[in-house]
């Protein structure tokens, strides 16, 4: 893996696929096993459909059949039919007869809806029927095809499909038919014929009387003809179960055969219904598996960024640290490897910290030491009592002035080598600087001159040691020139900061001086050198106060410095206010 | 003519005797080296005819030590006021000697200022009229400028040089005609000014801690607090109350 690619990428980069391969897998396995169910549950649901209607049929074919036959159980209708069994002339039918046949329909026909009429077919042309609408009493071969197959069949039930049967005058609706030869029992020969003429819609209400328009279905008599429905072509055979294209749509097709008839039963169910479902399932698997795409992403994300933001914040501090801000401590936020990690790092700073402090600390005891050295060659006490004695010498003379000086010049000499402190008052650092400074004018006359601001307030402030007189000393060495120059000191208070400003209006620094200045200020240990090499002018003592300050208080602290050329310079010192809290109390 | 405060001064160096008499009587003043002794022994000899008001001692004397010194005297006498002058800065030795007694400790060279604010800590000078007169105008003086420049930054030189005097002295002379330190005066009048307002006025804190001389509203509640022991808003709120 790339090296360069952040962490959190890299973790995203191994959640995700770990999260998304095995969701969607599972999703659409879900998806194609719910879909294939469905299928399988409609198939069912259709096959209940077809042998509840293939029961129907069976039970109303043996009805059809006992209808038909009962011509040959009634004798008075036997009769009848015997009595126009003559090719030769057609005979008129008689009151008698026709209270026979009333009498016979009546009990037939009871409670048929879906029989249009009931007709018997005598020998002689003579139409005996029964129906509702107008029929011609009389029939003709040439109309009636249908009897060579119901001869053929001699006597067994024979099924007319889609007709239009000429005897009708008044209305002309095509109708299922069933038909019978009727033979004599006594005599075995020809009496006629029986037809039933049945409404297609009465029928499909026998055969399925729950109908849903979204199901088809089809019966094929035993020779192939189509029997139901009516408005249809004579189709090609079906197959019995599988997916069929009629005119362009998908139908899922189940088909069976009866026993007892032999007729063929299909029923076609539309392959889009079924689908519509089926989309139904596969859009709100969708939605499913989108969200939860969506959820583990963010989820992913989210984790990730919550467990590498403590990292990422720590890899800033350390950088941070590593620039040079030794003060910069990085915020333990929880309590796993990484606020280990975080609680480490912050004992390392702390003692890198402290390593550096006893370093600058050791760097100071050396060179306080040098000046020990120095004190040990010449007893300090004789340097002191000495300096006392001369005091004392002018002002047995009388010269107040030189006792002065000399009794001030013991106060800096002890305040600058004296060891006890880092902190000291601010009083203390204005007056050693004072004292320096009265000592220059007494060599400079009245070349230098100076004021000092320092409100009562912040004279109990801590600041430290030593760190006003380089300034001052800079300015007499470097920002003199032919006019008087006057030194302000001036200690501001700027929210919780103490500022020091040392301004004067000296000759001020060109660009070039001003860059070397603040390059040797601010630059590195390693780089200081070559600096000071090139240019020597000064400012090393600026340095260490810069540092110390950053050292003791941290990155935003330290000295900065405005100047230009004949306008003088201001150094600004900034540090934090602290008190000395025995003084306040 | 008031009579002086007398002072024993124990020192082996005669050069150093002489220019000590000469700074406590002649350019101090109100204090007189009545008695010198070169070292211990010979000091505490002479303390059995004498009663000085003050003794000022050095450390290192040959025979006797000041150290020892001290220690003779306090055994007779606790209440007598002892400065030391020495050349050692060690805080050992300071300790040591104000652990036995010593009023005050001064470094050589000595500053005169720092050996009067010494002497005046040891043994306040009798009220001279005339002295004091002079004195009190100054420190009204003073006080008057303090209570005008309340709201700026107020600085012991600066007041020093407007009444035409030395910022050490004008210290040592505050403190000796009023009691008071001159930081904690002003920290004092300061806050009076403070507490006033918040009673009286709508003004906010800020602008409270502006109008009483603190620039950084920080410091002005660190202040305010650590002397009323509340912050300016309770302070104030503790006022509406009553």
């Known amino acids: 893996m790339n090296t360069n690619i952040t962490l959190r990428k890299k973790l995203l980069i191994i959640v995700l696929p770990l999260v998304i391969i095995p969701l969607s897998l599972s999703i659409s396995i879900a998806y194609h096993m719910t879909l294939k169910n469905h299928q399988k549950q409609s198939t069912a649901f259709i096959n209940s459909i077809l042998y509840q209607v293939s029961g129907n049929l069976d039970r109303y074919v043996k009805e059809l059949n006992t209808l038909s036959t009962m011509v040959l159980t009634t004798e008075d209708v036997l009769n009848i039919m015997r009595r126009h069994q003559s090719e030769t002339s057609k005979l008129p039918v008689t009151v008698d007869e026709q209270l026979a046949l009333g009498g016979f329909y009546s009990l037939l026909m009871w409670d048929r809806k879906e029989i249009k009429g009931y007709f018997l077919f005598c020998d002689d042309g003579t139409l005996l029927g029964n129906t509702e609408y107008d029929v011609k009493n009389a029939w003709f071969h040439a109309n009636e095809e249908w009897m060579r197959e119901a001869r053929k069949a001699d006597g067994r039930l024979v099924f007319i499909p889609r007709n239009n049967p000429a005897y009708y005058t008044s209305t002309k609706e095509e109708v299922l038919s069933v038909a019978r030869m009727i033979i004599d029992p006594v005599t075995f020969l020809e009496l006629g014929f029986v037809k039933i003429d049945l409404f297609y819609q009465g029928v499909q209400n026998i055969l399925y009387p729950n109908h849903q328009n979204t199901i088809q279905f089809f019966i094929y008599s035993n020779n192939n003809e189509l029997l139901f429905p009516a408005s249809l072509e004579n189709r090609a055979f079906l197959p019995k179960e599988n997916l069929v294209e009629i005119e362009g749509r998908d139908y899922l097709t189940t088909g069976i055969t009866s026993a007892n008839t032999g007729m063929e039963i299909y029923l076609l169910y539309p392959y889009n219904v079924l689908q519509k479902d089926a989309q139904k399932i596969q859009q709100v698997m969708q939605i499913v598996t989108f969200t939860f795409l969506i959820l583990s992403i963010i989820i992913c994300i989210w984790f990730s960024d919550k467990l590498t933001r403590p990292l990422r914040a720590l890899y800033l501090d350390m950088k941070e640290f590593g620039k040079g801000d030794f003060s910069r401590r990085t915020q333990i936020t929880n309590r796993d490897e990484i606020g280990t990690l975080s609680k480490g790092f912050n004992l390392m700073a702390e003692r890198i910290q402290s390593l550096v402090r006893e370093n600058y600390e050791i760097e100071l005891n050396r060179r306080i030491a040098e000046v020990l050295l120095l004190q040990s060659q010449m007893n300090p006490h004789f340097l002191y009592n000495t300096l006392e004695t001369i005091s004392m010498s002018a002002l047995n003379h009388d010269d107040l002035e030189t006792s002065d000086i000399v009794a001030r010049l013991g106060k800096m000499l002890r305040y600058s080598i004296s060891i006890k402190k880092e902190l000291v008052r601010l009083e203390s650092e204005i007056r050693f600087c004072e004292d320096y400074l009265d000592l220059q004018i007494l060599r400079l006359g009245n070349k230098l001159k100076y004021e000092i601001s320092l409100g009562i307030e912040l004279e109990d402030c801590l600041v430290p040691k030593l760190i006003l007189q380089p300034f001052v000393e800079n300015v007499i060495m470097h920002a003199l020139g032919s006019s008087p120059v006057k030194i302000w000191i001036m200690a501001v208070v700027q929210w919780d900061k103490l500022l020091l400003l040392i301004k004067d209006d000296g000759i001020g620094m060109s660009k070039q001086h001003l860059n070397d200045i603040e390059k040797k200020m601010y630059s590195l240990e390693e780089e200081i050198r070559i600096i000071h090499n090139r240019t020597n002018c000064g400012g090393i003592a600026l340095r260490n106060v810069h540092q110390r300050l950053r050292l003791l208080y941290g990155q935003n602290n330290g000295v900065s410095v405005v100047s230009s050329p004949n306008e003088g310079t201001v150094f600004i010192m900034s540090m934090p206010l602290i008190w000395d809290e025995e003084d306040n109390q | ?242």
């Open chain 2, 1 to 242: 003519m008031i009579e002086k405060l007398k002072i024993l001064l124990v020192e082996d160096e005669e050069i150093i005797r002489k220019g000590i008499k000469k700074m406590v009587e002649q350019i101090i003043g109100g204090y007189e080296v009545a008695y010198e002794a070169s070292n211990g022994i010979e000091a505490l000899r002479l303390l059995e005819y004498i009663q000085p008001d003050i003794i000022i001692t050095d450390i290192r004397m040959e025979k006797m030590s000041g150290l020892e010194l001290i220690h003779k005297i306090r055994l007779h006498d606790e209440s007598l006021p002892i400065i030391i002058i020495s050349a050692y800065a060690d805080f050992r030795y300071a300790q040591e000697a104000l652990a036995d007694g010593a009023t005050a400790y001064l470094v050589k060279p000595i500053d005169r200022i720092e050996l009067m604010q010494a002497l005046i800590k040891a043994c306040p000078l009798p009220i001279d009229n005339e002295n004091f007169v002079g004195d009190n105008q100054i420190i009204a003086r003073v006080k008057a400028l303090i209570k005008k420049q309340l709201d700026q930054d107020i600085s012991l030189r600066s007041l020093a040089a407007e009444v035409g005097i030395n910022h050490q002295y004008l210290s040592v002379l505050f403190k000796n005609v009023t009691g008071e330190n001159f930081s904690h005066y002003v920290t004092r009048k300061r806050i009076e000014c403070a507490k006033n307002l918040l009673i009286t006025s709508g003004l906010k804190v800020y602008e409270v801690s502006q109008i009483s001389g603190y620039r950084s509203e920080k410091h002005f509640s660190n202040v305010f607090k650590s002397i009323t022991g509340m912050t300016p808003t309770e302070y104030r709120n503790a006022g509406d109350k009553v």
